[in-house]
């Protein structure tokens, strides 16, 4: 049972252009949302979080969007840079679960083209 | 500014041995998570370290796997008896002991099985 869903595998983008990521959850219980971006032969890299009770957060180029009704956030990356070609995981936690531990999409390969 | 170290960051083995993973953390991270994650998939959690505290183990994969902090600073995670299937990145985390906030990764051990 996969709490937290990335239904694209894969997405590609064009250099300058917005690249949205999106990201679904069923756990009602998950309250903290994360974005971790992944080189290869490296771990996952904070990006940013968003609370709750927050329904946006922004940091430079990059924001995420919570919509607690649709149990869905998406993460934009504007402008995208080819800087920014890897994979991108989303992840929630519980107050209650692992002390916070992390559950993790099955991640969204972006490829942005120069 | 040190982030989280992991070592050995590939460990090839036999099918049968016994194999140890040791992670250190952010020095002032007092939460210390241990992670696996396979080919097409996002991390998943196995176990979490409160100090020298192992709060939460029950997601760990069988009786095989096992974890130590046992002065609250590196961890080890130890498989025994290695298994094809224990092929995966083992990957550790670590946060501060305060709610909402970002794990930090290390770059993960790959343990590949013969």
């Known amino acids: 049972d996969q709490q937290v869903k990335q239904n694209s595998p894969s997405l590609s983008v064009q250099e300058g252009r917005i690249s949205i990521l999106n990201c679904d959850y069923t756990?009602?219980?998950?309250?903290?949302f994360l974005w971790y971006k992944k080189y290869p032969a490296e771990g996952p890299t904070f990006l940013i979080s968003i609370s709750s009770i927050k329904d946006k957060n922004e940091d430079g180029r990059f924001t995420v969007f919570l919509n607690k009704s649709a149990k869905h956030l998406s993460l934009h990356i504007v402008p995208s840079q080819p800087g920014d070609s890897a994979v991108y995981f989303c992840?929630?936690?519980?107050?209650?679960?692992?002390?916070?531990?992390?559950?993790f999409g099955s991640g969204t390969r972006l490829q942005v083209q120069p | 500014d040190t982030g989280v170290s992991q070592d050995p960051r590939h460990k090839i083995t036999k099918r049968g041995q016994n194999v140890t993973f040791r992670c250190d953390p952010i020095?002032?991270?007092?939460?210390l998570y241990w992670y696996r994650q396979t080919l097409g998939q996002g991390p998943e959690f196995l176990t979490y370290f409160q100090n020298e505290a192992q709060l939460e183990k029950s997601r760990l994969l069988s009786d095989r796997f096992s974890a130590e902090r046992p002065k609250g600073s590196f961890s080890t995670l130890e498989i025994q008896r290695t298994e094809q299937g224990d092929s995966a990145m083992y990957l550790c985390?670590?946060?501060?002991?305060?709610?909402?906030?970002?794990?930090?990764f290390g770059d993960g051990t790959r343990l590949s099985i013969l």
């Open positions: 992840a929630a936690s519980a107050r209650d679960t692992g002390r916070r531990a992390l559950t």
């Open positions: 985390a670590s946060s501060p002991d305060t709610d909402r906030q970002p794990q930090h």
């Open positions: 020095s002032e991270h007092n939460r």
């Open positions: 756990n009602s219980m998950f309250d903290y």
